[in-house]
């Protein structure tokens, strides 16, 4: 047993894996603290129009990265560190996130008077980290690529706890206005801290690989926004109809939910490049020895994981004076139970499906079941009320989750040709 656990221990994947979870749960907990703050000392109405406008900022930031974050770190691997292509990676990935960004901004600008009304004003707060995020995201897939998750760790740690500081004054003397601005002075400090550690810029615009990028990633960012007509639409759905208590107790599941996930999806980030990297080389055996036995146990651990947080959720709500406890039920028991699934479609998606070539064929049936979705919302509201939508989420769910495991199992396992053209 000693033996086995200096061996884990030793090995370069569990090192990249402890950095980068260290990594993405600094980021994640930050967000989650400035998250946590605004239901502190917003009032309920308010913390529900935060996360309101907040979805809106995920659905342009989703856009203005649109996966070029993951494209960046599949093309960076398979330039073999080579200084001058890796230049140019992130010089045009660069570009078109920024041509993205400015696009959605000017948007906004003309056209967010018609949809958001009074809110318009808060709005223009959120324009910064509109262009800010995704280009930390692009960075964030370049150390990924290159594999540099302890310093990519120590950069985050270092913005983070500035960030929430600065957040909590913000927050408590601004009130929704101050948390909206906390979100933007996150991104640009994470910013201009990550750029100094990577010098290979050249300022070289290359249309093969700006193309290339734009044609991968646009189906990577189509898988994105497949997402997005799940849990962010529902949101903007009880926003629609003026339900905004209930998108708080929503936005807690969800980020409890996402909170769930978070260590599958930092695994299949870690292993995202030595599968890349199989792929170029044709290695389609180790591909498959790689995946063995790992799908059912991450199943049972989602399993237990899902069970352990509806016990942390009883203890923490149960005698809340401010949330109903019984009524937060309504939204976590069935993601809950889509959680082992999950477990197993996120790693999946993160370590092979899309390093590997398939986001094409993987965002096609996220569209798919996310448009079955806002269909199936919009009749069941009618006839269920607040249960049609949570009923409509978990069906459609569930159906893309076991889609994308069969498709993933006959693949790896009993596809001859494992090839993919995009």
Known sequence: MIKYLLKILSDKTFSNFLWRSVQVLGKQGVIFIIFLLGAKYLSVYDFGIYNYLLSILLLVILIGDFGISLTTSKYVVESDGSKNAIGKIIFNSIFLSIILSSFLVIFTLIFGQGFLEDKIVLIYFLIPSMVLAPLTSIYDGVFRGLKLFKKLSIITLVSGVFSVFISFFLIKEYGLTGAIIANNFYYLL?????????????????????????????????????????????????????????????????????????????????????????????????????????????????????????????????????????????????????????????????????????????????????????????????????????????????????????????????????????
């Open 190 to 422: 994470l910013l201009v801290l990550m750029i100094p550690f990577i010098r290979m810029w050249r300022f070289d615009y290359d249309k093969k690989i700006f193309f290339n990028i734009f044609k991968y990633s646009f189906f990577v960012g189509l898988m994105s926004a497949g997402y997005f007509l799940f849990i962010r639409m529902d949101i903007l759905f009880l926003g629609y109809y003026n339900l905004i208590s209930d998108i708080s107790y929503y936005e807690i599941v969800n980020k409890i939910f996402m909170l769930l996930v978070l260590p599958i999806t930092l695994l299949g980030s870690v292993v995202a490049p030595d599968t890349t990297k199989a792929f170029q080389e044709k290695n389609y055996q180790k591909i498959k020895s790689n995946l063995k036995n790992k799908l059912l146990i991450l199943f049972l651990g989602g399993i237990f994981a899902s069970f352990c947080v509806l016990g942390l959720a009883n203890i923490f709500f149960h005698n809340s004076e401010k949330y109903n406890f019984n009524h937060l039920l309504i939204f976590l028991i069935p993601f809950l139970f889509l959680t082992p699934f999950k477990y197993v479609v996120h790693f999946l998606e993160q370590g092979y499906l899309l390093p590997g070539g398939y986001a094409k064929k993987v965002s096609f049936a996220t569209i798919f079941f996310g448009v079955l979705n806002v269909i199936l919302n919009y009749i069941l509201f009618g006839r269920f009320g607040l249960y049609g939508i949570t009923i409509s989420t978990f069906f459609c769910l569930f159906l893309l989750n076991i889609f994308i495991i069969i498709f993933a199992i006959k693949q790896f396992f009993y596809s001859k040709n494992q090839s993919v053209k995009i």
